[in-house]
């Protein structure tokens, strides 16, 4: 059975009943009373009306009903429509219905219920008194027909919508793109009774329930304390960089005045001569040996001469950090030879009780040299 013959009962309704396909937002069957209820000047007008301008919100209703509808439900609801531009409150009932085709569509049985709607609108009035979103309805021109209590407190009672902006181009950008039927959002900097903020703004054409006209509702939602927290995030990531950057430069010129103080030298083949300049303690003595027989291995180094002429101090702890240095050279499989040492640090090793058995220990570091040629001749 076609549409037409499973609702002709109900074509002589008082109840406006219409069938809505959901898929083309178009009305594939309506009764009399449907066709007054929209203002339609005859059945194929109100047909031939292109409903897909209706708003995301709108849509998602309709999606949830038709969900409910696969499970063998039904639904009831108040709207709010607007036949020829004026608005009309409706007590709404749908369930679903089979089109011509085999696809899915929606019956709607609605009822005028101006009291549902009193009480929908009194409760979206102390929804909106509550909320900390500043909200603001605007007409065609940008005047202000509704603030909420939070955009009262933040902008006052009498300011013009573009004086909220520290770039008052943006309000008429956001105005612009609401005439064109566009939802608009952005960050702004805005003036409020508290000083200047940050917001995020978004703006988007909306029906006037009380004429029907096309209005601009305006959201603000303050995001100064997160902007300044994301901001002190950045400024302490960029000082985490620097500190990172100077710790490397740092390194960069420890390794450098290292390379200056201890340098390790070729003086002959297979032979690698360290003179030491300046304090010795752990975690030098660590670094020097670290590079030194590094070197040992890559250059395949034979004899290592350790000139002490220039180290500053001698104690026992100086006197150790030497002794395991020439242990490191012997495992190797390299000849340590010994220069420079001062009487002050022979008598460091001595109370250190350093093994130095089988060490050459010479005055300079030229009879190191020389030494070194002897034994490989």
């Known amino acids: 059975m076609t549409l037409d013959e499973r609702l002709?009962?109900?074509?002589?309704?008082?109840?406006?009943?219409?069938?809505?396909?959901?898929?083309?937002?178009?009305f594939r069957w309506a009764n009399a009373a449907a066709v007054r209820l929209w203002n339609a000047a005859s059945l194929e007008e109100l047909f031939s009306r292109d409903l897909s301008d209706m708003s995301q919100a709108t849509r998602t209703r309709l999606a949830g009903y038709m969900a409910r509808f696969r499970q063998g439900h039904t639904?009831?609801?108040t709207w709010t429509v607007y036949p020829?531009?004026?608005?009309?409150?409706?007590?709404?009932?749908?369930?679903?219905?089979?089109?011509?085709d085999g696809r899915q569509g929606i019956l709607v049985h609605a009822l005028s219920d101006a009291g549902a709607s009193e009480a929908a609108r009194s409760r979206s009035v102390e929804a909106l008194r509550h909320s900390s979103v500043m909200v603001t309805l605007l007409d065609a021109e940008g005047g202000v027909l509704l603030h909420n209590p939070a955009a009262l407190r933040a902008f006052g009672e009498g300011a013009p919508f573009e004086e909220r902006f520290v770039d008052r181009a943006l309000a008429r950008e956001l105005l612009a793109a609401v005439s064109e039927g566009q939802v608009i959002s952005r960050e702004a900097r805005v003036?409020?009774?508290?000083?200047?903020?940050?917001?995020v703004v978004e703006a988007r054409p909306v029906p006037d329930p009380a004429t029907g006209d096309t209005a601009t509702l305006v959201q603000h939602t303050d995001q100064t304390e997160l902007r300044a927290a994301e901001e002190t995030a950045e400024a302490r990531a960029r000082l985490?960089?620097?500190?990172?950057?100077?710790?490397?430069l740092v390194e960069e010129q420890k390794q450098e005045i290292l390379a200056l103080s201890a340098?390790?030298?070729?003086?002959?083949?297979?032979?690698?001569a360290l003179p030491m300049i300046g304090a010795l303690d752990g975690g030098r003595s660590a670094e020097i040996?670290?590079?030194?027989?590094r070197a040992i291995v890559e250059r395949r180094s034979r004899c290592v001469i350790l000139d002490l002429t220039g180290v500053a101090t001698a104690d026992a702890a100086v006197a150790e950090h030497i002794t395991q240095l020439v242990r490191s050279i012997r495992l190797l499989g390299a000849r340590p030879i010994v220069t420079g040492v001062r009487a002050e640090l022979a008598q460091a090793f001595v109370e250190a009780g350093a093994d130095l058995s089988g060490v050459d220990l010479l005055?300079?570091?030229?009879?190191?040299?020389?030494?070194?040629?002897?034994?490989?001749g």
Request: charged share 30%.
């Open 240 to 248: 985490v960089a620097e500190l990172a950057g100077a710790l490397d």
């Open 191 to 199: 003036l409020t009774r508290e000083g200047e903020r940050w917001h």
């Open 8 to 26: 002709a009962a109900l074509a002589s309704s008082g109840l406006a009943t219409m069938v809505l396909d959901p898929d083309h937002m178009r």
């Open 75 to 77: 639904a009831e609801d």
């Open 263 to 272: 340098p390790i030298l070729e003086v002959a083949t297979g032979t690698l």
């Open 289 to 293: 040996g670290e590079r030194l027989l």
């Open 363 to 376: 005055r300079s570091l030229r009879e190191g040299i020389r030494a070194s040629e002897r034994r490989k």
């Open 84 to 100: 020829g531009g004026k608005p009309v409150a409706l007590k709404a009932f749908f369930s679903g219905i089979e089109l011509d």
